[in-house]
């Protein structure tokens, strides 16, 4: 059977789980094709990067690279790089760069927070052991910085302020709030350098390396972190769905592991019985599987939590920081690029439609 040709943008699209609105009209249409040859662009520099001698290095490094993933941040650069010369050599490569920077993390946070599966497949550390997935993650910040090195001392200083950030943002998460610090605030603060700084990194990089004005730089950093933040609060709110096959982890991952979510965090802020009554039996359910039990004693639970109001305010804030990132565009040119970075915003926030 022929594979039917797919309309500009299908591609796109389904990485990021867009409907076509988002690249509706003839100059979205243009603009969209450039960004699919410039992510095809990105896809073989990643490749290449990622082919090495060493057998171990080889297989560990591509094993979540292969596995898919959206690519956001590259996609992202691509974007802010229409405001500038366009998909230079140095975009791709630092695009290239900041992908293996988010890939060498999800090594590291598959490890800490004990997830079993990651982009549909088993996580590293289930196949290689937990030394082997660290040091992978480890090889792949070093190749981020090599890359960024030959770009020179500003893409230097961009990737070392991004890695600090994400270090700082899953340390204060490993450790939690202090004693009557606000719960919520702290973990929008993670969210925004765990999250947020990478794809604010990779927004600003579009414009730093295709040489567009100085002047567009603050409004696309403040755009990518705020819909970063929104993008991970929807994540929060996947992370409870049903399907695994869509999400390509198993239902409640984070918080089976201990790891607290946003709709968690808002349901310990409430007082009625039912609430209180739902958080008691989850952080029982994650006390017994800490000490050994089968995790799926928390199904119950936590198909509760999916429908419990607290889910729903966490989607309310993440189109709360989906505005927020759309505003922080005002400064940029009105035209494509603006307009898909709008959709963009938008759509992290309601990645069901």
């Known amino acids: ?137 480890d090889l792949l910040f070093s190749r981020a910085s090599q890359i960024m090195s030959s770009l020179g001392e500003g893409a230097m200083r961009l990737q070392a302020d991004t890695f600090e950030r994400l270090v700082l943002g899953q340390m204060h998460e490993t450790v939690g709030p202090a004693e009557g610090e606000d719960r919520v605030a702290f973990y929008l603060q993670v969210l925004a350098d765990k999250t947020g700084s990478l794809i604010a990194a990779a927004a600003e990089a579009g414009i730093i390396f295709s040489n567009a004005p100085v002047a567009y730089r603050e409004p696309v950093l403040v755009f990518g972190e705020k819909a970063g933040v929104a993008f991970q609060l929807l994540d929060d709110v996947i992370d409870l769905s049903a399907d695994a096959d869509e999400t390509g982890k198993v239902p409640g991952t984070d918080l089976r592991a201990g790891v607290p979510t946003m709709p968690y965090l808002l349901l310990a802020e409430r007082e009625d019985a039912t609430s209180v009554d739902l958080r008691a039996r989850i952080d029982d359910g994650v006390a017994r599987i800490a000490d050994g039990a089968d995790p799926a004693l928390l199904d119950g639970p936590l198909a509760e939590l999916r429908t419990h109001p607290s889910t729903a305010q966490t989607l309310e804030l993440a189109n709360d920081w989906s505005r927020q990132a759309v505003d922080a565009l005002e400064p940029l040119p009105r035209g494509a690029v603006r307009e898909a970075l709008t959709r963009f915003a938008e759509a992290v926030a309601d990645r069901s439609s």
């Open 1 to 137: 059977m022929s594979r039917t040709p797919s309309a500009p943008g299908a591609h796109l699209a389904s990485r990021l789980g867009l409907t076509e609105r988002v690249f509706a009209g003839p100059a979205s249409r243009r603009l969209t094709r450039t960004v699919e040859e410039g992510m095809a662009r990105v896809e073989a520099y990643l490749a290449g990067q990622l082919r090495v001698a060493d057998a171990l290095a080889d297989a560990t490094g591509r094993y979540l690279f292969e596995a898919g993933g959206k690519r956001v941040r590259p996609m992202l650069s691509l974007l802010t790089a229409q405001l500038g010369d366009g998909a230079t050599d140095e975009v791709i490569a630092g695009a290239g760069a900041l992908e293996l920077t988010h890939l060498g993390s999800l090594y590291h946070d598959d490890v800490m927070d004990g997830a079993d599966v990651r982009r549909g497949v088993p996580a590293a550390h289930s196949v290689w052991g937990n030394n082997v997935a660290i040091l992978t993650g």
